[in-house]
């Protein structure tokens, strides 16, 4: 028999419908929200359930990061201040060449799921190599993980062109079937990097096996100026044309987007992923999120990866795409709180293809929940409990998460993770990598 768990907070906010209640209890069953019901009477039809009192917190489901590189959490503060192709041309990929191992995947994305999760994101969608790993990490910790497979056309140490990176992906996609934690996507890595072929192979592979496209796409003005001279057209027209814009496409960026390409977007019923940090870290430009959002596409928010960010903070985030997208717009009404929350949350949900599991809080839905607990100075006094989640609130306030109805964080404190060992496997990595770079200099 599930066991039961009632959790009762302050004010819970399913997101969807877009209301606060207040009085209310949660009620877990197994993996499972099995019913939202005022307090009062949730008491009296589980009278014998575990009860979690939330007397100061708001209640929400887990946050969702529609973009993300986890195990470079490795190469968190590697080579900063830097403009993006200079970053990985000459710091970044070399440095994955040397050291990028099922092990450091492994290793990397253990320390960015605790990360994530101590700070309410209870799901990633992910790209890097080594999938298996990538799996095997979110499955040893209990966390929610679209594993995205890259594909690139040159060789690294995992694959030597587009066709072993693609094998490797359906091998990995099979090796998991039937994980309810763990999906996949094809994830060529960008327009500059992966040619018409490859993109057609990918769109063939992804309709046949049911699954998403993950690819980052017009991050930077020097893309889109190489693609007319490479192709004589922008990155997105070029892409359009292979037929990769569709519902299965999460596209990480799209900062430099003209109305017709948002249009484009919108009518093909492709997904974004805006990454506010990376971006301005980059200085890959400021994305059109107010006009993509009013054009109807589903937008969702990202951390990008540790080593371009250099944290995996989805409260961070949010905080910033409402700002970046008031100001980017000159109009103060533009991403107001409640869409910042729905673009963690359901938005992310959507994209993933996994609104009908996770995003909202609903009963039949998975658990996948956080606590937030807004006693503290720097969200005192609390007229609107979604204000504070966007602009005022941290990470550090996130003090309970359950994952699948696992409870991984309990005031603060993981259940699950052991920290210590996570720590002391970055600082080992660190050591390793700091030698490698001085004894190549």
Known sequence: MSRTTLLLPRWLIPIEPRTVLVDHALVIEGDRIAAILPATEARGRWPQADVVNLPEHALLPGLINLHAHSAMTLLRGYADDLALMTWLNEHIWPAEGKHVSDEFVFDGTQL????????????????????????RAALTTGF???????????????????????????ACIDEFRGESLVGFTLAPHAPYTVSDATFSRVITLADELGIGIHCHIHETQDEIADSLKQHGVRP?????????????????????????EIALVARRGAHIAHNPASNLKLA?????VADQLAAGINVGIGTDGAASNNKLDMFAELRLAALLAKGQSSNPEALPAWQALEMATINGAKALGWDERIG?????????????????????????????LVYAADRSQVS??????????????????????????????QNRIAASSTQSE
């Open 112 to 135: 960015a799921i605790a990360e994530m999760i101590r700070g309410g994101t209870t799901c990633a969608n992910d790209m890097y190599f080594h999938h298996g790993a990538v799996a």
């Open 144 to 170: 929610r993980m679209m594993v995205g497979c890259s594909i690139l056309e040159f060789p690294t140490p995992y694959a030597p062109n587009a066709d072993a990176y693609l094998q490797k992906a359906l």
């Open 236 to 260: 997105l027209e070029r892409l359009a044309n292979l037929g990769l814009l569709s519902g299965q496409l999460i596209a990480a960026h799209m900062v430099h987007m003209t109305d017709a």
């Open 284 to 288: 890959s430009g400021f994305a059109r």
């Open 360 to 388: 909202s809080l609903k009963a039949g839905k998975q658990a996948d929940v956080i606590a937030v607990d807004l006693s503290a100075l720097g969200t005192q006094p609390c007229f609107d409990p979604v204000s504070h």
């Open 400 to 429: 309970h998460v359950w994952i699948n109805g696992e409870q991984q964080l309990d005031s603060g404190a993981f259940t699950r993770i052991k920290q210590p060992q996570l720590v002391a496997d970055a600082r080992r990595w």
